[in-house]
């Protein structure tokens, strides 16, 4: 629970801390639809370079079919080393009795592990650093369940 709580502060922290001012609509969030077929790291779908810096947030729509398993590869290119905060949204179940599960990898360009979201939570919300400027790559699976899922990653201010 402290560790949640922890994030969302950072969360909030990073994205400005509370919103839009009365009255006024807030910025739209840059967002990316993935895109078929992404199943394996040949087929990665391409996200773009991302610099964080410039902006708070960048939103990513993806969905899960359920057969046969489905697995989502986005691969991208750092700017600089950033922390960021990332939380990956889902339904908690495809139907009644029916759970969703999914969870999140992120790897350097020779496949090494810079982070993994896989506590079972909804959302699944984390914390990664990257090290470098430079290739790396989201993998996105479901152990249990599909459907659709909303990736945020958010920059936490240096």
């Known amino acids: 629970m402290l560790r949640t709580l922890m ?10 801390g509370g919103g839009a001012a009365p009255g006024m609509t807030p910025p739209a ?22 610099d964080l810096t410039g902006r708070d947030q960048l939103r990513i729509l993806g969905s ?4 046969p398993p ?6 991208f290119d750092a700017v600089q080393a950033q922390k960021w905060i990332l939380s990956l949204d889902f339904a908690a179940e495809v139907s009644p009795g029916m759970p969703n599960d999914f969870d999140l990898s992120i790897f350097d360009d020779m496949l090494n592990v810079i982070g993994r979201l896989d506590s079972g939570a909804i959302p699944e919300m984390g914390e990664f650093t990257l090290p470098a400027p430079g290739t790396y790559f989201i993998v996105i699976v479901p152990p249990s369940g599909g459907g659709a899922y909303t990736l945020d990653l958010m920059a936490v201010a240096p």
């Open 7 to 16: 994030l969302l502060t950072l969360l909030a922290a990073a994205c400005g």
């Open 29 to 50: 969030i840059p967002t990316i639809q993935e895109l078929e077929p992404n199943d394996m790291q040949a087929q990665a779908q391409m996200i773009g370079a991302i």
């Open 64 to 67: 899960m079919r359920l057969m």
């Open 70 to 75: 489905d697995v989502d590869w986005l691969e």
